[in-house]
């Protein structure tokens, strides 16, 4: 139970961090329009997946997904800085596709007949 907390904590702590080094100390115009939606940590706090989304085409979710390789050592550094952990843990970047899903799903439900009510 702890290390389920202790995990979710950190995956957030993460998160946040990340969202803000975007914001405020990255200047890669290939991550100006995206948006950090959750990270999932592993029990040993050793391995982080970060998902993310971007505004935009798949151009754009590739242009993003370079740039996070390129930035993702200077993201582990600031996390490294930032958080409290014995050992910086691996991060891996995905784009969240979600959003996308539940998109199509909405656009799929508005192309249905109304039911009619007898």
């Known amino acids: 139970m702890s290390t389920t907390f202790r995990s979710n ?3 957030e702590a993460i998160r946040e961090t990340v969202a803000t080094a975007l914001l405020g100390k990255i200047k890669d115009p290939r991550l100006a329009n995206v948006t950090v939606t959750r990270c999932d940590v592993t029990p040993d706090l050793s391995y982080v997946k ?3 989304t971007v505004l935009g085409d798949e151009q754009k979710r590739d242009a993003a997904k370079q740039g996070f390789e390129s ?3 200077f993201l582990r550094t ?6 409290p952990l014995r050992v910086v843990p ?3 970047f995905r784009y969240d596709e979600g959003i996308d899903h539940a998109m199509r799903i909405e656009e799929l439900l508005s192309e ?5 009510k007898d």
């Open 9 to 11: 904590r950190v995956a």
């Open 50 to 52: 970060v998902y993310y």
């Open 71 to 73: 930035a993702t050592p």
């Open 78 to 83: 600031q996390v490294g800085n930032e958080i």
């Open 90 to 92: 691996e991060l891996s």
């Open 112 to 116: 249905l007949p109304e039911l009619k």
